[in-house]
Protein backbone atom coordinates (compact mmCIF):
# COMPACT_ATOMS: atom_id res chain seq x y z
CA UNK A 1 0.00 0.00 0.00
CA UNK A 2 1.42 3.73 -0.95
CA UNK A 3 2.53 5.68 2.14
CA UNK A 4 0.80 8.18 3.81
CA UNK A 5 1.87 12.02 3.17
CA UNK A 6 -0.03 14.40 6.34
CA UNK A 7 -0.91 17.83 4.56
CA UNK A 8 -1.55 21.03 6.61
CA UNK A 9 -3.77 23.66 6.07
CA UNK A 10 -3.10 27.07 8.04
CA UNK A 11 -5.88 29.56 8.41
CA UNK A 12 -5.26 31.96 5.24
CA UNK A 13 -5.53 28.63 3.37
CA UNK A 14 -8.75 27.51 4.24
CA UNK A 15 -10.22 31.25 4.93
CA UNK A 16 -13.14 31.30 2.61
CA UNK A 17 -15.25 28.75 0.68
CA UNK A 18 -13.35 29.28 -2.28
CA UNK A 19 -10.04 28.65 -0.54
CA UNK A 20 -11.35 25.34 0.80
CA UNK A 21 -12.30 24.03 -2.32
CA UNK A 22 -8.93 24.90 -3.85
CA UNK A 23 -7.03 22.53 -0.44
CA UNK A 24 -9.53 19.65 -1.22
CA UNK A 25 -8.49 19.82 -5.15
CA UNK A 26 -4.82 19.63 -3.81
CA UNK A 27 -5.54 17.08 -1.47
CA UNK A 28 -7.57 15.01 -3.76
CA UNK A 29 -4.41 15.52 -6.40
CA UNK A 30 -2.11 13.96 -4.28
CA UNK A 31 -4.25 10.93 -3.29
CA UNK A 32 -4.79 10.81 -7.36
CA UNK A 33 -0.99 10.31 -7.10
CA UNK A 34 -1.80 7.38 -5.32
CA UNK A 35 -0.35 8.66 -1.99
CA UNK A 36 -3.12 8.11 1.22
CA UNK A 37 -3.22 11.56 2.94
CA UNK A 38 -3.99 12.70 6.36
CA UNK A 39 -4.96 16.45 6.49
CA UNK A 40 -4.81 18.49 9.35
CA UNK A 41 -6.63 21.95 9.32
CA UNK A 42 -6.71 25.39 10.83
CA UNK A 43 -10.13 27.42 11.59
CA UNK A 44 -11.07 29.65 8.72
CA UNK A 45 -9.12 32.91 8.37
CA UNK A 46 -9.21 35.18 11.77
CA UNK A 47 -11.77 32.42 13.14
CA UNK A 48 -9.83 31.88 15.87
CA UNK A 49 -9.20 35.92 16.83
CA UNK A 50 -13.21 36.53 16.28
CA UNK A 51 -14.16 33.51 19.22
CA UNK A 52 -11.08 34.95 21.52
CA UNK A 53 -12.67 38.26 20.72
CA UNK A 54 -16.65 37.15 21.05
CA UNK A 55 -15.60 35.48 24.74
CA UNK A 56 -14.29 38.61 25.57
CA UNK A 57 -17.42 40.47 25.33
CA UNK A 58 -19.34 37.95 27.83
CA UNK A 59 -16.66 37.90 30.39
CA UNK A 60 -13.28 39.74 31.55
CA UNK A 61 -12.11 36.62 32.61
CA UNK A 62 -13.52 33.85 30.64
CA UNK A 63 -12.88 30.18 32.12
CA UNK A 64 -10.25 28.06 30.48
CA UNK A 65 -11.69 25.19 29.94
CA UNK A 66 -15.04 26.92 28.30
CA UNK A 67 -12.33 29.14 26.22
CA UNK A 68 -11.17 25.46 24.90
CA UNK A 69 -14.81 24.27 24.06
CA UNK A 70 -15.40 27.94 22.10
CA UNK A 71 -12.07 27.54 20.24
CA UNK A 72 -12.25 23.77 19.25
CA UNK A 73 -14.87 25.02 17.54
CA UNK A 74 -12.64 26.80 14.89
CA UNK A 75 -11.44 23.89 13.64
CA UNK A 76 -14.53 21.59 13.43
CA UNK A 77 -15.79 23.58 11.13
CA UNK A 78 -13.28 23.44 8.53
CA UNK A 79 -12.76 20.04 8.99
CA UNK A 80 -16.08 19.40 8.15
CA UNK A 81 -16.54 21.92 5.43
CA UNK A 82 -13.33 20.28 3.59
CA UNK A 83 -14.50 16.70 3.77
CA UNK A 84 -17.46 17.97 1.62
CA UNK A 85 -15.47 19.91 -0.80
CA UNK A 86 -13.72 16.31 -0.77
CA UNK A 87 -16.94 14.70 -1.03
CA UNK A 88 -18.50 17.17 -3.86
CA UNK A 89 -15.16 16.27 -6.27
CA UNK A 90 -16.27 12.57 -5.43
CA UNK A 91 -13.59 11.57 -2.68
CA UNK A 92 -14.54 9.34 0.40
CA UNK A 93 -13.14 12.02 2.74
CA UNK A 94 -14.27 11.28 7.22
CA UNK A 95 -13.36 14.49 9.65
CA UNK A 96 -11.87 14.15 13.11
CA UNK A 97 -11.82 15.76 16.22
CA UNK A 98 -8.67 16.00 17.95
CA UNK A 99 -10.07 13.42 20.49
CA UNK A 100 -11.35 11.19 18.00
CA UNK A 101 -8.15 11.11 16.22
CA UNK A 102 -6.70 10.36 19.49
CA UNK A 103 -4.74 13.29 20.26
CA UNK A 104 -3.90 12.76 23.89
CA UNK A 105 -2.56 15.38 25.82
CA UNK A 106 -1.84 17.08 29.78
CA UNK A 107 -4.66 19.05 30.98
CA UNK A 108 -2.92 23.05 30.70
CA UNK A 109 -5.95 23.93 29.11
CA UNK A 110 -4.76 26.76 26.26
CA UNK A 111 -1.39 25.37 26.25
CA UNK A 112 -1.43 21.46 25.98
CA UNK A 113 1.20 19.47 25.56
CA UNK A 114 0.77 16.06 23.47
CA UNK A 115 1.99 13.11 25.33
CA UNK A 116 0.37 10.57 22.73
CA UNK A 117 -1.34 10.00 19.73
CA UNK A 118 -3.16 7.05 19.11
CA UNK A 119 -4.69 7.49 15.73
CA UNK A 120 -6.52 3.66 15.13
CA UNK A 121 -9.77 5.30 13.83
CA UNK A 122 -7.45 7.61 11.70
CA UNK A 123 -5.24 4.56 10.35
CA UNK A 124 -8.88 2.64 9.71
CA UNK A 125 -10.24 5.72 7.40
CA UNK A 126 -7.19 5.73 5.34
CA UNK A 127 -6.74 2.01 5.16
CA UNK A 128 -10.14 2.00 4.02
CA UNK A 129 -9.22 4.23 1.13
CA UNK A 130 -10.77 7.68 2.30
CA UNK A 131 -8.89 10.48 3.28
CA UNK A 132 -8.95 11.59 6.85
CA UNK A 133 -9.08 15.26 8.26
CA UNK A 134 -8.07 15.72 11.16
CA UNK A 135 -8.81 19.43 13.25
CA UNK A 136 -5.74 21.02 14.10
CA UNK A 137 -4.72 22.85 17.47
CA UNK A 138 -6.82 20.61 19.60
CA UNK A 139 -6.98 17.06 21.82
CA UNK A 140 -7.72 15.58 24.81
CA UNK A 141 -6.49 15.54 28.58
CA UNK A 142 -5.62 11.23 29.65
CA UNK A 143 -5.90 12.74 33.26
CA UNK A 144 -9.78 14.76 33.06
CA UNK A 145 -11.14 13.84 29.56
CA UNK A 146 -11.32 17.89 28.52
CA UNK A 147 -10.80 19.26 25.89
CA UNK A 148 -7.66 20.89 25.50
CA UNK A 149 -5.97 23.50 22.77
CA UNK A 150 -2.20 23.30 22.14
CA UNK A 151 -1.51 27.06 21.91
CA UNK A 152 -1.51 29.71 19.32
CA UNK A 153 -0.04 28.20 15.85
CA UNK A 154 -0.61 24.67 17.34
CA UNK A 155 -1.82 22.99 14.04
CA UNK A 156 1.22 22.97 12.89
CA UNK A 157 2.29 20.19 15.43
CA UNK A 158 -1.18 18.42 15.60
CA UNK A 159 0.23 17.55 12.04
CA UNK A 160 3.54 16.87 13.17
CA UNK A 161 2.39 14.41 15.83
CA UNK A 162 0.18 13.07 13.59
CA UNK A 163 3.06 12.45 10.76
CA UNK A 164 5.44 10.58 13.87
CA UNK A 165 2.13 8.87 14.59
CA UNK A 166 0.76 7.38 11.01
CA UNK A 167 4.57 6.76 10.26
CA UNK A 168 4.11 9.32 7.41
CA UNK A 169 6.45 9.35 4.98
CA UNK A 170 6.60 13.52 5.06
CA UNK A 171 4.39 16.19 6.19
CA UNK A 172 3.61 19.10 4.36
CA UNK A 173 2.85 22.62 5.52
CA UNK A 174 1.09 24.18 3.37
CA UNK A 175 0.56 28.13 4.28
CA UNK A 176 0.39 31.74 2.96
CA UNK A 177 3.99 32.08 1.96
CA UNK A 178 5.96 30.00 -0.39
CA UNK A 179 8.02 28.24 2.15
CA UNK A 180 10.69 29.07 4.84
CA UNK A 181 12.48 32.40 3.90
CA UNK A 182 15.74 34.24 4.92
CA UNK A 183 13.17 37.03 7.18
CA UNK A 184 10.24 37.10 6.99
CA UNK A 185 9.11 38.26 3.32
CA UNK A 186 6.35 40.55 4.59
CA UNK A 187 9.21 42.55 6.14
CA UNK A 188 12.27 42.25 3.62
CA UNK A 189 11.20 42.98 0.44
CA UNK A 190 14.97 40.73 -0.89
CA UNK A 191 14.28 37.61 1.62
CA UNK A 192 14.88 34.74 0.07
CA UNK A 193 13.45 31.16 0.23
CA UNK A 194 15.77 28.92 1.61
CA UNK A 195 15.61 25.15 0.07
CA UNK A 196 16.68 23.14 3.21
CA UNK A 197 16.76 24.40 6.87
CA UNK A 198 18.34 22.00 10.02
CA UNK A 199 15.98 21.01 12.80
CA UNK A 200 18.38 23.25 14.92
CA UNK A 201 18.22 26.17 12.64
CA UNK A 202 14.47 26.22 12.54
CA UNK A 203 14.09 25.54 16.18
CA UNK A 204 16.46 28.80 16.76
CA UNK A 205 14.37 30.71 13.87
CA UNK A 206 11.13 29.72 15.47
CA UNK A 207 11.49 30.31 18.86
CA UNK A 208 12.82 33.86 17.42
CA UNK A 209 9.79 34.82 15.97
CA UNK A 210 9.29 33.00 12.88
CA UNK A 211 5.83 32.18 13.18
CA UNK A 212 5.82 30.41 9.75
CA UNK A 213 5.99 27.10 12.12
CA UNK A 214 5.09 26.76 15.54
CA UNK A 215 8.47 26.05 17.57
CA UNK A 216 6.92 22.95 19.66
CA UNK A 217 6.20 21.96 16.19
CA UNK A 218 9.81 21.75 15.00
CA UNK A 219 10.74 20.06 18.50
CA UNK A 220 8.57 17.14 17.94
CA UNK A 221 9.85 16.82 14.07
CA UNK A 222 13.38 16.92 15.59
CA UNK A 223 12.43 14.64 18.35
CA UNK A 224 10.56 11.86 15.89
CA UNK A 225 12.74 12.68 12.95
CA UNK A 226 9.67 13.61 10.62
CA UNK A 227 10.86 15.81 7.83
CA UNK A 228 8.71 18.91 6.95
CA UNK A 229 7.97 20.60 3.97
CA UNK A 230 6.71 24.12 4.23
CA UNK A 231 5.10 25.40 0.65
CA UNK A 232 2.94 27.92 -0.32
CA UNK A 233 -1.32 26.38 -0.79
CA UNK A 234 -1.68 29.29 -3.45
CA UNK A 235 1.31 28.17 -5.89
CA UNK A 236 2.70 24.71 -7.07
CA UNK A 237 6.24 25.47 -6.19
CA UNK A 238 8.77 23.44 -4.23
CA UNK A 239 8.61 25.34 -0.55
CA UNK A 240 12.08 24.12 1.92
CA UNK A 241 12.63 21.16 3.76
CA UNK A 242 13.63 20.94 7.15
CA UNK A 243 15.20 18.07 8.30
CA UNK A 244 18.13 16.54 10.37
CA UNK A 245 21.95 18.03 9.65
CA UNK A 246 24.07 16.19 7.22
CA UNK A 247 26.97 17.13 5.62
CA UNK A 248 25.25 17.31 2.01
CA UNK A 249 23.51 20.18 3.43
CA UNK A 250 23.40 23.70 2.46
CA UNK A 251 25.86 25.81 4.75
CA UNK A 252 24.77 29.02 5.14
CA UNK A 253 26.56 30.73 7.71
CA UNK A 254 23.57 32.63 8.22
CA UNK A 255 20.11 30.80 7.69
CA UNK A 256 18.01 33.84 8.60
CA UNK A 257 16.86 36.77 10.29
CA UNK A 258 14.07 36.86 12.53
CA UNK A 259 12.08 39.55 14.64
CA UNK A 260 10.00 39.05 17.36
CA UNK A 261 7.50 41.90 19.21
CA UNK A 262 5.42 39.96 20.97
CA UNK A 263 7.40 40.15 24.32
CA UNK A 264 8.18 42.92 26.84
CA UNK A 265 11.04 43.83 29.15
CA UNK A 266 10.96 43.97 32.76
CA UNK A 267 13.76 45.81 34.53
CA UNK A 268 14.39 45.23 38.48
CA UNK A 269 16.25 48.36 39.81
CA UNK A 270 18.89 48.85 42.62
CA UNK A 271 18.80 45.58 43.67
CA UNK A 272 21.40 44.55 46.41
CA UNK A 273 23.73 42.49 45.04
CA UNK A 274 23.74 39.30 47.00
CA UNK A 275 23.70 35.78 46.33
CA UNK A 276 19.84 34.25 46.50
CA UNK A 277 18.28 37.44 44.68
CA UNK A 278 18.11 35.75 41.01
CA UNK A 279 17.30 32.81 42.58
CA UNK A 280 14.27 34.35 44.44
CA UNK A 281 13.13 36.70 41.64
CA UNK A 282 13.06 33.52 38.94
CA UNK A 283 11.97 30.98 41.43
CA UNK A 284 8.76 33.38 41.93
CA UNK A 285 7.59 33.84 38.34
CA UNK A 286 8.61 29.93 37.48
CA UNK A 287 5.89 29.26 40.14
CA UNK A 288 3.63 31.77 38.82
CA UNK A 289 4.03 29.99 35.64
CA UNK A 290 5.73 33.44 33.99
CA UNK A 291 8.06 31.86 31.10
CA UNK A 292 11.19 33.96 31.29
CA UNK A 293 12.98 34.25 27.82
CA UNK A 294 16.18 36.97 28.43
CA UNK A 295 18.16 37.62 31.03
CA UNK A 296 21.06 40.58 31.59
CA UNK A 297 22.30 41.60 35.42
CA UNK A 298 24.62 44.79 35.19
CA UNK A 299 27.42 44.65 36.78
CA UNK A 300 27.09 46.39 40.27
CA UNK A 301 27.75 49.61 41.67
CA UNK A 302 28.16 50.12 44.73
CA UNK A 303 26.15 46.63 46.10
CA UNK A 304 23.45 47.76 43.69
CA UNK A 305 22.57 46.46 40.46
CA UNK A 306 19.52 46.01 37.67
CA UNK A 307 18.56 43.51 36.64
CA UNK A 308 16.35 43.21 33.07
CA UNK A 309 14.15 40.43 31.22
CA UNK A 310 11.81 39.91 28.71
CA UNK A 311 8.94 38.06 28.61
CA UNK A 312 5.65 37.43 26.43
CA UNK A 313 3.73 40.62 26.30
CA UNK A 314 0.76 38.08 27.36
CA UNK A 315 2.16 38.11 30.86
CA UNK A 316 4.34 41.29 31.04
CA UNK A 317 1.52 42.57 33.46
CA UNK A 318 1.42 39.81 36.03
CA UNK A 319 5.36 39.67 35.65
CA UNK A 320 5.08 43.21 36.80
CA UNK A 321 2.79 42.56 39.39
CA UNK A 322 5.08 39.86 40.99
CA UNK A 323 8.20 41.98 40.25
CA UNK A 324 6.64 45.24 42.16
CA UNK A 325 6.07 42.81 45.10
CA UNK A 326 9.81 41.31 45.21
CA UNK A 327 11.32 45.13 44.59
CA UNK A 328 9.54 45.61 48.17
CA UNK A 329 10.79 42.21 49.94
CA UNK A 330 14.61 42.71 49.15
CA UNK A 331 15.06 46.30 49.23
CA UNK A 332 15.13 46.93 45.86
CA UNK A 333 14.47 50.40 43.89
CA UNK A 334 11.55 49.62 42.58
CA UNK A 335 10.75 47.99 38.44
CA UNK A 336 10.21 49.30 34.65
CA UNK A 337 8.04 48.06 32.03
CA UNK A 338 8.80 48.21 28.66
CA UNK A 339 6.07 47.01 26.06
CA UNK A 340 7.25 48.73 22.81
CA UNK A 341 10.79 46.22 22.56
CA UNK A 342 11.90 43.87 19.37
CA UNK A 343 13.93 41.01 19.31
CA UNK A 344 15.91 40.71 16.42
CA UNK A 345 18.00 37.96 15.82
CA UNK A 346 20.76 35.99 13.08
CA UNK A 347 20.30 32.91 13.14
CA UNK A 348 23.07 30.28 11.26
CA UNK A 349 24.99 27.17 12.21
CA UNK A 350 27.57 28.51 10.63
CA UNK A 351 28.18 30.33 13.29
CA UNK A 352 29.35 28.18 15.16
CA UNK A 353 32.92 28.06 13.00
CA UNK A 354 32.78 31.57 11.90
CA UNK A 355 33.83 34.27 14.30
CA UNK A 356 33.23 38.27 13.82
CA UNK A 357 29.54 37.78 13.09
CA UNK A 358 28.45 39.29 16.30
CA UNK A 359 30.92 42.19 15.47
CA UNK A 360 29.58 42.56 12.59
CA UNK A 361 26.10 42.66 13.41
CA UNK A 362 26.43 45.44 16.28
CA UNK A 363 28.19 47.47 13.91
CA UNK A 364 25.41 46.99 11.21
CA UNK A 365 22.92 48.15 13.83
CA UNK A 366 25.28 50.62 15.17
CA UNK A 367 25.40 52.02 11.63
CA UNK A 368 21.71 52.20 11.00
CA UNK A 369 21.80 54.36 14.37
CA UNK A 370 19.49 51.16 16.28
CA UNK A 371 20.49 51.23 19.79
CA UNK A 372 21.19 47.81 21.00
CA UNK A 373 19.25 47.30 25.16
CA UNK A 374 19.88 43.46 25.56
CA UNK A 375 21.85 41.02 23.79
CA UNK A 376 21.61 36.71 23.99
CA UNK A 377 23.60 34.03 22.39
CA UNK A 378 23.25 30.61 21.37
CA UNK A 379 26.01 28.56 19.54
CA UNK A 380 23.80 29.32 16.45
CA UNK A 381 21.88 32.47 17.08
CA UNK A 382 22.38 36.15 18.43
CA UNK A 383 19.79 38.23 19.50
CA UNK A 384 19.39 41.94 20.25
CA UNK A 385 16.47 43.60 21.98
CA UNK A 386 16.00 46.93 20.25
CA UNK A 387 13.21 49.95 20.15
CA UNK A 388 10.02 48.18 18.54
CA UNK A 389 10.57 51.08 15.93
CA UNK A 390 13.51 49.92 14.93
CA UNK A 391 12.48 46.13 14.06
CA UNK A 392 11.92 47.10 10.56
CA UNK A 393 14.91 48.67 9.41
CA UNK A 394 17.14 46.64 11.98
CA UNK A 395 16.12 42.98 10.06
CA UNK A 396 16.75 45.32 6.63
CA UNK A 397 19.90 46.48 7.51
CA UNK A 398 21.18 43.00 8.65
CA UNK A 399 19.55 41.45 5.67
CA UNK A 400 21.59 43.31 3.54
CA UNK A 401 24.83 43.29 5.22
CA UNK A 402 24.62 39.77 5.43
CA UNK A 403 23.33 39.45 1.81
CA UNK A 404 21.17 37.18 2.49
CA UNK A 405 19.29 38.03 -0.99
CA UNK A 406 21.88 36.31 -2.58
CA UNK A 407 21.78 32.12 -3.15
CA UNK A 408 25.91 32.65 -2.81
CA UNK A 409 25.97 35.02 0.00
CA UNK A 410 28.80 33.83 2.67
CA UNK A 411 28.34 30.16 2.16
CA UNK A 412 30.88 27.57 3.10
CA UNK A 413 33.11 26.72 0.23
CA UNK A 414 33.18 22.89 -1.16
CA UNK A 415 29.51 22.24 0.21
CA UNK A 416 26.80 21.96 -2.38
CA UNK A 417 23.70 22.48 -1.85
CA UNK A 418 20.91 20.13 -2.03
CA UNK A 419 17.61 19.48 -2.24
CA UNK A 420 15.30 16.80 -0.94
CA UNK A 421 13.02 15.28 -4.05
CA UNK A 422 9.44 14.89 -2.19
CA UNK A 423 9.01 11.95 -4.19
CA UNK A 424 6.42 13.57 -6.80
CA UNK A 425 8.32 14.85 -9.84
CA UNK A 426 5.92 17.31 -10.60
CA UNK A 427 6.14 19.23 -7.02
CA UNK A 428 10.00 18.92 -6.35
CA UNK A 429 12.50 19.39 -7.72
CA UNK A 430 15.73 16.91 -7.09
CA UNK A 431 18.75 18.95 -9.22
CA UNK A 432 21.77 19.93 -7.25
CA UNK A 433 23.26 23.23 -7.25
CA UNK A 434 26.90 23.05 -7.20
P1 LIG B 1 -0.66 29.66 8.87
O1 LIG B 1 -1.95 30.36 9.13
O2 LIG B 1 -0.60 28.98 7.54
O3 LIG B 1 -0.28 28.75 10.01
P2 LIG B 1 1.15 31.70 9.85
O4 LIG B 1 0.58 33.08 9.73
O5 LIG B 1 1.13 31.06 11.17
O6 LIG B 1 0.45 30.80 8.74
O7 LIG B 1 2.67 31.69 9.33
C1 LIG B 1 2.99 32.21 8.05
C2 LIG B 1 3.56 33.63 8.18
O8 LIG B 1 4.82 33.56 8.85
C3 LIG B 1 3.86 34.29 6.88
O9 LIG B 1 2.74 34.95 6.36
C4 LIG B 1 5.02 35.23 7.22
O10 LIG B 1 4.61 36.58 7.31
C5 LIG B 1 5.47 34.78 8.60
N1 LIG B 1 6.92 34.59 8.67
C6 LIG B 1 7.71 35.15 9.64
N2 LIG B 1 8.99 34.85 9.42
C7 LIG B 1 9.04 34.08 8.30
C8 LIG B 1 10.10 33.47 7.58
N3 LIG B 1 11.39 33.56 7.96
N4 LIG B 1 9.79 32.76 6.46
C9 LIG B 1 8.51 32.64 6.07
N5 LIG B 1 7.46 33.22 6.71
C10 LIG B 1 7.72 33.94 7.82
N1 LIG C 1 -6.47 28.22 14.82
C1 LIG C 1 -5.39 28.22 15.75
C2 LIG C 1 -4.74 29.59 15.81
O1 LIG C 1 -5.18 30.51 15.14
C3 LIG C 1 -4.37 27.15 15.46
C4 LIG C 1 -3.62 27.29 14.14
O2 LIG C 1 -4.08 28.00 13.24
O3 LIG C 1 -2.56 26.67 14.02
O4 LIG C 1 -3.81 29.77 16.55
MG1 LIG D 1 0.67 29.14 11.86
Same mark, same amino acid.
Given at each position: ?276 ? %? =? *?? /??? !? $???? +? @??? #? &? ?18 DEAKKAATLVAKIAGEIGANGYDLDETIAKVSLVGAGMRSHPGI %? =? *?? /??? !? $???? +? @??? #? &? ?15 ATTAVNALHSAFELEAESALRDSHVGVERIDSGDEAESSSAGVA
Open positions: MSGIIVQKFGGTSVQSPERIKAVAGRIAATVERGHRVCAVISAMGQTTDELIELASQVSPDPPVREMDMLLTAGERISMALTCMALDALGHSAVSFTGSQAGVLTDPRHGKAMILDIQPDRVRAALDGGAIAVVAGFQGMSTDTKEITTLGRGGSDTSAVAMAAALGAEYCEIFTDVEGVFTADPRVVESARKLHVVSYDEMLEMASSGAKVLMLRSVEYARNHNVALHVRSSFVDSPGTWIRGEDERMERAIIAGITHDVTEAKVTLKGVPDQPGI %A =A *KL /FGD !L $AEAG +V @NVD #M &IVQNVSAEGHTDISFTVNR %A =A *KM /FDV !L $ASSS +V @NIE #M &ISTSPIRISCVVHEKD
